[in-house]
């Protein structure tokens, strides 16, 4: 507990921040509302340092107003994925490069670029996939293409058009963000996304993603542990992070 700041790891900082409860990683953010401004010091007692008094008890209690409730309002999945947003951090054991894995069956090229695969009427679970594209050194790659295609909530790739497909470029901090589904269960595979990632003028690294938890990581036969994303809930679906790291030739 005594190391300092560089030494703690990206993999743990994530897991230490999903370890709290959303409404702390909210408030903290500016998320939720503030207190009540009537428990707070006025201007005039600030700039004067004299104590606030508390207000009066009324004598009369029937005439005043009855208090309401204040409803508490989840935080959104776009909400989670801002509070959670990764934070690239250097000089740890998560700067090894991203392990590449087989691309499978069912890559569809010249597919949209888009943000979001969510269409009207889709089924499955609501889920933002983000993080950040870096080289080894942990610089950010700005413009990096990124290429995700998955099956949908039945376990089925659409290999006639585009549906769960799109590729995307990473901002000028290497960020991305994906708006989609939780993909189903394909046969004899566990959960996962496919990915492609290339930097400027860089090789193609083709990878895939898992989730924590699966019971079927233990009988895939590609699965590993180095692509597993960190996953949190939110009220409206899940919020999956993970930080792709590129060998710069």
């Known amino acids: ?26 408030a903290a953010c500016g998320l939720r509302a ?6 707070a010091p006025t201007s005039a007692a600030l700039a004067t340092g ?3 008094q508390p207000p009066p008890i009324p004598t009369d209690a029937s005439t005043q107003p009855l208090p309401t409730e204040t409803a508490v309002v989840e935080p959104s999945l776009t909400q989670v994925a801002q509070a959670l947003a990764p ?19 069912f890559y569809t090229p010249n597919n949209p670029e888009r943000t ?13 996939v ?20 998955h099956c949908d909530d039945a376990g089925v790739y ?12 990473t901002n000028d901090q290497g960020q991305y963000s994906l ?14 996304f496919h990915v492609k990632v290339q930097a400027p003028n860089q090789p193609v690294l083709t990878t895939q993603l898992y989730f924590p938890d699966e019971a079927g990581n233990n009988n895939d036969g590609i699965f590993n542990s180095a692509l597993l994303m960190d996953v949190q809930d939110s009220a409206d679906g899940k919020v999956g992070t993970f930080n792709f790291v590129l060998a710069m030739g």
């Open 1 to 26: 507990m005594n190391q300092p700041p560089s030494q703690v790891t990206r993999r743990g900082f994530l897991r230490t921040l999903f370890a709290i409860p959303v409404g702390y990683l909210l």
């Open 34 to 39: 503030t207190a009540d401004p009537t428990s």
């Open 50 to 52: 004299q104590p606030t």
């Open 87 to 105: 934070t690239p951090a250097c000089g740890d054991d998560d700067d090894d490069v991203t392990p590449q894995q087989t691309e499978g069956p």
């Open 116 to 128: 979001s695969f969510l269409e009207p009427g889709m089924a499955g679970t609501k889920m933002i």
């Open 130 to 149: 983000t993080g950040y594209v870096l080289t080894t050194e942990c610089q950010p790659v700005a413009g990096a293409l990124i290429d995700f295609w």
């Open 158 to 169: 659409d290999n006639v058009g585009y549906k769960l497909r799109g590729h995307q470029f």
């Open 179 to 192: 708006e989609t589904i939780m993909p189903g269960i394909y046969t004899g595979r566990t959960r996962h």
